[in-house]
């Protein structure tokens, strides 16, 4: 869903990136807990797919009130194994799948009768093997299983979430090269475009990759509009940036935590924000064009770097 003014090619997501910088939004879960609502739960913020969804389309519309273009779903952590642990079968889990795009979409149609104008997609959600666990693993990688056993967990959901048509397939919070492999075979042929992101840790993904080789799987795979990272300290984004932009020569995305601390056992933010909406002019210098927050940026922080890119 595009807006009326936008010109053809920037009614597509690649002919956006292709045109400029496209602002993501910001943290699903931190936008939820703000509301009220309790995520302190396995499946974390794809439970309210079943419990609550309106409360999944107002935070979406929140971003899309504050300039985002891109609603990414609430489906991160929605899996048919994660819903079968809950009791809920394939044709109910398929159904929430579906449901995460039609409430992006929702949000999207409201946001249009509140008179935003801007142009507006919806990424569907692709969460790593690891957030299924919900151990933290998906910030380590290396799980133990092969590539062709990752493809073969990812490929149904991935076919569910196409068959629902968003915009793009958002593959994120990778942590680790093998992973990605996985993902990237599973997407072919679905249909629907796609952006890899890794979660990385200075010049390495999370498993301990180099960035280059990480990122070369992705340069000649035609789905793939984008690729870059998440979830990781704002202060690794702008060399992963350049880096990304190098070995692949696609479009760069972007969406970095506040810069405050995950502790996985105790499951709390520590530390401080570090998160500087007038870094994103950096970003999009070195090659970034989908430019957005992942954990605790909300949207006023979207709201500000949406004003930034508008303006500079």
């Known amino acids: 869903m595009t807006s009326d003014t936008s010109s053809p090619q920037d009614r597509t997501l690649a002919g956006a990136l292709a045109s400029g910088a496209v602002v993501l939004d910001g943290g699903m879960s931190n936008q939820l807990e703000s509301a009220g609502h309790d995520l302190s739960d396995e499946l974390w913020s794809a439970r309210l797919l079943a419990e609550r969804p309106g409360a999944v389309t107002e935070a979406h519309l929140a971003y899309f009130e504050a300039g985002a273009n891109v609603a ?18 394939r044709e109910e889990a398929a159904r929430l799948l579906t449901l995460s795009v039609e409430l992006a979409r929702d949000a ?8 935003v104008t801007h142009p507006l997609w ?6 790593p093997y690891g957030a299924m666990l919900a151990d933290g693993s998906e910030y380590r990688g290396r799980y133990g299983l092969t590539v062709d056993e990752l493809e073969r967990f990812h490929r149904p959901r991935l076919e569910v979430l196409a068959a629902a048509a968003p915009d793009a397939l958002a593959l994120e ?3 680790d090269a093998e992973e990605a492999e996985a993902l990237l075979r599973a997407v072919r042929g679905l249909g629907v475009p796609a952006w890899l992101s890794y979660s990385v840790a200075g010049d390495r993904t999370r498993a301990g990759q180099p960035l280059e080789e990480a990122f070369a799987l992705a340069a000649d795979v035609d789905e793939v509009i984008a690729v870059g990272v998440n979830c990781c300290a704002p202060e690794d984004v702008e060399g992963a940036v350049a880096i990304a932009a190098r070995v692949t020569g696609k479009p760069v995305v972007v969406y970095p935590n506040s810069g405050e601390a995950w502790d996985a056992e105790a499951r709390a933010w520590n530390g401080r924000s570090t998160f500087a909406p007038e870094q994103v002019l950096g970003w999009r210098e070195s090659g970034a064009r989908l430019i957005g927050g992942c954990c605790r940026v909300g949207p006023e922080a979207i709201a500000s770097i949406a004003r930034t890119l508008a303006t500079a």
């Not at 999207?108 to 008179?115: V, W």
């Not at 919806?122 to 969460?127: E, H, L, Q, T, Y």
């Open 173 to 175: 919070t990778v942590p």
């Open 122 to 127: 919806v990424a569907a959600s692709v969460g």
């Open 72 to 89: 990414i779903t609430s489906s991160y952590q929605a899996t048919f194994e994660g819903f079968a642990q809950r009791g809920i079968g």
């Open 108 to 115: 999207a149609r409201q946001a249009r009768d509140k008179g």
